[in-house]
């Protein structure tokens, strides 16, 4: 694998991995804390939309996801805050009109669609140079704004209702969230590709909260998991091809791995979790010694 590194494109891959890592390890934690899977995967297939507008006027697909992300984020929180329409239907409809638009403009363009796959299933050994570019950029405001805003996208995420009560614009500060997810979605766009965004948008947070509850912790703990998680996924890709001959598509190849990975560490805080539990038991009947014996009666 260090050899590889002498190309430029795998210097990229990994470069880009360590900046969607950080981009899913601070909003992903948000999005598990406060179950906004569902609005992510929206906000997510909606940027198709954008990659196909940009494909058929010739322009960087990454600035057209950019701009569709952002404007299904502001649409569908809009919709849910300021509509009776209910929150599953905004999505469902953002996700479908963003994937037809998508398809709609890719099949308006004349002759094939170059490395559509790649945005759809992702392909982290093709993010160039320029791609690298917004990411950082990108990166540097999910950064910022979550540091200006910590606390109080801390009070929304556990109690918006006595947030908004303690005067704090709970609507607005769940649009700037909503924003910073369709900005993420951006950041991963070419790492594992809009079908596959949620799984790595969600399971480092997911995992991180295993072994913490603290919301700060959860993030800096999300973004090594992420790093592991993704050149984990691209070292198993990169192995398979060269020692079997094997095409394993990068972005498939991160979320399987991050999946197994996931997996194994839920297996290992259940066993914790029933390990504390007889320790538990276990405590109370050296304190009572009757404890058992009232426990194993059978009246």
């Known amino acids: ?23 899913c390890g601070i909003i992903g934690t948000y999005v598990v804390v406060r179950r906004m899977v569902s609005i ?26 950019l701009g569709f992300a952002v404007a299904a984020a502001l649409g569908m929180g809009l919709a849910i805050q300021r509509t009776r329409i209910p ?13 037809s638009l998508g398809a709609l403009f890719i099949g308006l ?21 320029p791609t690298l570019i917004i990411m950082a950029a990108l990166d540097a405001v999910i950064v910022l704004v979550t540091i200006l805003l910590y606390k109080e996208f801390l009070a929304i995420s556990f109690d918006e209702e006595f ?5 704090l614009p709970a609507g607005c500060l769940y649009l700037v969230l909503l924003v910073l997810i369709a900005l993420t979605v951006v ?18 947070a997911a995992m991180a909260r295993h072994y913490t ?26 192995q398979v091809e060269v020692a079997y001959d094997l095409r394993v598509p990068s972005g498939p190849a991160i979320i399987l791995f991050a999946g197994a990975i996931f997996a194994l560490s839920l297996m290992v805080h259940s066993l914790r979790a029933k390990a504390r539990g007889k320790r538990g038991v276990a405590s109370r009947v050296i304190a009572d010694p009757a404890q058992k014996t009232r426990e194993d009666s059978p009246g």
């Open 187 to 204: 950041v991963v766009l070419r790492v594992v590709g809009i079908v596959l965004l949620i799984a790595l948008l969600t399971l480092p």
């Open 1 to 23: 694998m260090m050899d590889a590194l002498q190309y430029e494109f795998m210097q990229n891959a990994f470069i880009a991995a360590f900046l969607a890592s950080v981009a």
């Open 109 to 129: 363009k004349p002759g094939f669609a170059p490395d559509l796959a790649g945005y759809l299933f992702g392909n982290i050994l093709l993010v160039s140079k």
């Open 163 to 167: 947030s908004s009560a303690m005067g």
């Open 87 to 99: 929150e599953d239907t905004a999505i469902g409809l953002i996700w479908a009109t963003g994937m």
């Open 213 to 238: 509850s603290s919301l700060r912790r959860m993030m800096l703990l999300s973004i090594p998991i992420g790093v592991l998680f993704t050149l984990g996924g691209l070292l198993i890709s990169y």
């Open 40 to 65: 992510s995967g929206g906000i997510s297939h909606g940027s198709l939309g954008g990659v196909g507008l940009a494909y058929y006027f010739g322009t960087n697909p990454v600035l057209g996801a």
